[in-house]
Nanobody, 119 residues
Framework: QVQLQESGPGLVKPSQTLSLACTVS??????????WNWIRQPPGKGLEWIGW???????SYSPSLKSRTSISRDTSKNQFTLQLSSVTPEDTADYYC???????????WGKGTLVTVSS
């Protein structure tokens, strides 16, 4: 069974960089035809796609966040990571990692982790 688990600090100060990791079990992030995603949901708002990294390490980002976002991976840990720089309180959200297939439907999700941006 595929499982994804987010980890990282729950509190980040404004102007700092938010860093989260997603550890995958039951699947390998280098397997063909999958996209490994980051998504967030601010309090009281809808889901917002942040970006993905592929099995070969290619990345794609939301245009609205692209200038502040970096997604990378550590294949030795079967893990992919999110870095979001210059955060503001508007970046406070539940952050999720998820797997998507070739049709971009997300079939497995982590439980999510709340990140609060506050001084």
């Amino acid at each position: 069974q595929v499982q994804l688990q987010e980890s990282g600090p729950g509190l980040v100060k404004p102007s700092q960089t938010l860093s989260l990791a997603c550890t995958v079990s039951g699947a390998t992030i280098t397997a063909n035809s999958y996209y490994w995603n980051w998504i967030r949901q601010p309090p009281g708002k809808g889901l917002e796609w942040i970006g993905w990294i592929t099995n070969s390490g290619d990345t794609s980002y939301s245009p609205s966040l692209k200038s502040r976002t970096s997604i990378s991976r550590d294949t030795s840990k079967n893990q992919f990571t999110l870095q979001l720089s210059s955060v503001t309180p508007e970046d406070t959200a539940d952050y999720y990692c998820a797997r998507a297939g070739a049709n971009f439907d997300m079939d497995y999700w982590g439980k999510g982790t709340l990140v609060t941006v506050s001084s």
